[in-house]
Every structure is written in C-alpha cells, then in structure tokens.
C-alpha cells in the first residue's frame, strides 16, 4: 500500500528567444519547457532567427525532425562552451542569422564572431582563439567589429 513519486526538475542549458517576442528553454536532451514569470536561468541566450516552431507553453520535443537536428547541434555548441568555462565566461549571447549563421556575441569588446552553422565547433572555437592570440596582440582590442571563423582554416577580420 505504499505509493513512492520521484519528481525531478528539468534543468535548462539554454534559452532561445525568438523574434516575436516568444520564448523558451531546452534541457540537455532536447525537451523544450517555457520561461517562467517568477525566474530566470543563467544559461547562455541564442535569439534571432530560430529554426523551432511551437505553441506558447508548448512542452515536449520538437515535432519536426530538422527541428530536432537543429536543435541537436545548438545543445554540442553549449556543451563545448560548458566542458570549456572560458566560453561560457565569455560569450553573453548566440544570435542566429537569417541564412543559419550563429554569431558570437562577447561580454567584453565590440567583436561579433559569425561562427557559420553549428558543424566543425572545435575546429571554429580554436579559430577564435586564435585570433585572441595572435591577432589581438598586433593589432589591438576593438580594432576590427566582424570575425568570421566558419571557413575552413581561414579567419577573415573586418573591421
């Protein structure tokens, strides 16, 4: 006659805030949950141009499977940026361009890094570093407003 309940508390690695003003958290599997009214979770912020279509207060996995690979390669980008604290201390926010791009928004300095899609994130995080240390000593912070990583071994600076 016993009754055992576990109850566990969804914990989001991301908010996404969409254009219309709408928006909402992801769990590290994927589960989409809304925002609540009375808190808000210091997790990394990805608005723009989301890919993810669903009701307000919609609660569940994507419905679409590109939706779910979408949202799949955003979750390995937070999960870099977690297993490498120096990101998460760094980057304030994603924002996701209307061709798909991501675009790295630091905390600190007016660079933008156009970060392309989400594929190849080891290879694009190592890009930024490297321009931290090799590009910023030459030629200064702030100096150039647009760093774009996407490209296969290139880093093209504009300024």
Known sequence: GYLNVIITQRE???????KDGRGFYADSKGFLFPLQSNYTSLVPIVDGNIPINISKGYKGQPERPEESEWLSRIISVIDYMQKH????????????EDNGD???????GK????FGPPYEIKAKFDRIEKYYKCIIPEKGENYYSYINVKYKNRIICRK
């Open 102 to 108: 991501l675009v790295m928004i630091m905390r600190m």
């Open 111 to 114: 660079e933008r890094f156009i």
């Open 12 to 18: 989001p690695v991301v908010r996404f805030n969409k």
């Open 85 to 96: 604290k120096i990101w998460m201390e760094n980057i304030a926010q994603i924002h996701i």
